[in-house]
């Protein structure tokens, strides 16, 4: 982005050898504050090609500017936003890996646990199992 307040090299030139000039730049208002403008200058040829005068399209794109500026900005939230959930599925996927184990666990001390009462109830059965657990307890 160039800043015009007098004619460029190349501009000057360009128009000179009859070709079109277009660029973007920062202008400034008569009251100091910048803007961005698009300018196109377009040489306008008599019959025998001699450069009679120029068309000057002037267009305001500060509008523009700000848009692609939010829009980028958006963009980079997004990006942002994706990596965060990206993030915390890896980490949402890690806890539910731990909490799954920690059920199976749960499941596995249960059964256990079944399996232990189960081995006492069948033990308690037996007569002579009974009577030493009766003098222990």
């Not at 030139?13 to 208002?29: F, M």
């Not at 504050?33 to 267009?59: A, C, F, M, Q, W």
């Not at 692609?68 to 996927?93: A, F, H, M, P």
């Not at 909490?99 to 596995?108: A, C, E, F, S």
């Amino acid at each position: 982005m160039i800043s015009i307040k007098k004619p460029t090299k190349k501009m000057l030139a360009a128009l000179k050898d009859g070709n079109k000039w277009s660029c973007e730049y920062i202008a400034e208002k008569k009251d100091g504050e910048l803007y961005y403008e698009n300018i196109h200058i377009t040489p306008i040829k008599d019959t025998s090609g001699n450069i009679k005068y120029y068309i000057v399209i002037r267009l305001n794109i500060n509008d523009y500017k700000n848009l692609l500026t939010d829009l980028q900005n958006q963009k980079e939230k997004k990006e942002e936003l994706e990596k965060q959930i990206i993030l915390l599925s890896l980490i949402l996927k890690y806890e539910l890996d731990v909490v799954n184990r920690i059920n199976k666990d749960l499941k596995n001390y249960k059964h256990k646990d079944n399996t232990i009462e189960t081995l006492s109830e069948s033990l308690l059965r037996i007569d002579d199992f009974k009577i030493l657990f009766d003098k222990i307890y």
